[in-house]
């Protein structure tokens, strides 16, 4: 909306400007004096006024309207959402309390995994709509903090061990989109390696770096993984939109990317952080 209103703006200056020429020249052309040029040019203004207010609660009028009625909606049927996943939760946490039988307890874990899944889901739904309808505020956090947070998730799975190296560095930017970002790249990392293989993940200076042992890419693959919806195995769980959206939040907040991978060997990400650097 905010970028809508300054091309508007723009556009509409320029005109103003453009007008106000075309009548100068004009009167020039009948010797007019300046002062008979000044009080045309005032009316130019007013009448240019006047039009561009009516222009502006034409077109800008609904869509604020018909956003503020979205945002309305939207957040009513997120707290509705919120509400049964709150329920799921709390009750399983208390059936565990009070249940020893080995094979129930191992089906509620279940169901609880699933709800902390759905929950993620949840929160990145909130998430993507709000950043739609408004610019997502900046947050200053620790990194190394973040990514311990983040991996000790992954971990619950059981799956790939995780190797970390991990140095001090504070960066500001939209936290949520960054815990996306760096969610899909290590989702990927594990998707295509051996549940044994190690995942390692460092921080050095304003670098953050995630290798993988996996199965690798070719030159051509590289070439094609931020292109929405494309897989490198369609075999692979998955839709081909992860790593176009860590692209895609790269770009935006200004963070350079650099893949490197072989066939066979692996492949490494490293992240420079240095405009987001705190």
């Known amino acids: 909306m905010r970028k809508e209103l300054i091309l508007a703006m723009l556009i509409y200056f320029e005109t103003m400007f453009t007008l106000l020429i075309t009548v100068y020249r004009f009167l020039e052309n009948w010797d007019f004096v300046d002062f008979q040029f000044f009080i045309a040019g005032a009316l130019v203004f007013l009448v240019a006024v006047g039009w561009g207010y009516v222009l502006t609660a034409l077109i800008f009028a609904p869509t604020k309207q018909m956003e503020e009625t979205l945002t309305s909606l939207t957040d009513n049927i997120l707290h509705e959402l919120n509400i049964p996943l709150a329920t799921i939760q709390a009750n399983t946490s208390m059936l565990k309390k009070n249940m020893d039988d080995e094979k129930s307890l191992k089906r509620l874990e279940r169901i609880e995994n699933a709800s902390f899944r759905l929950k993620k889901l949840y929160d990145e739904l909130v998430y993507s709509i709000r950043k739609e309808m408004q610019d997502v505020e900046k947050e200053s956090f620790e990194l190394s903090r973040l990514i311990e947070e983040r991996i000790a998730i992954f971990e619950e799975q059981k799956r790939n061990p995780f190797v970390l190296k991990l ?61 929405r919806y494309y897989q490198a195995d369609a075999k692979k769980e998955g839709d081909g939109i992860g790593l176009a959206l860590v692209k895609a939040y790269c770009d935006e907040e200004g963070v350079k990317m650099h893949v490197q991978s072989k066939k066979g060997e692996g492949t490494v990400w490293d992240l420079d952080l240095k405009k987001v650097q705190t």
């Open 167 to 227: 140095e001090s560095l504070q960066i500001e930017t939209d936290k949520i989109g960054f815990e996306q970002m760096f969610d899909n790249i290590v989702s990927n990392a594990m998707k295509y390696s051996s549940k044994i293989a190690p995942i390692y993940i460092s921080i050095k200076g304003h670098n953050l770096s995630i290798e993988d042992k996996g199965i690798g890419m070719s030159s051509t693959e590289l070439l094609q993984i931020h292109e």
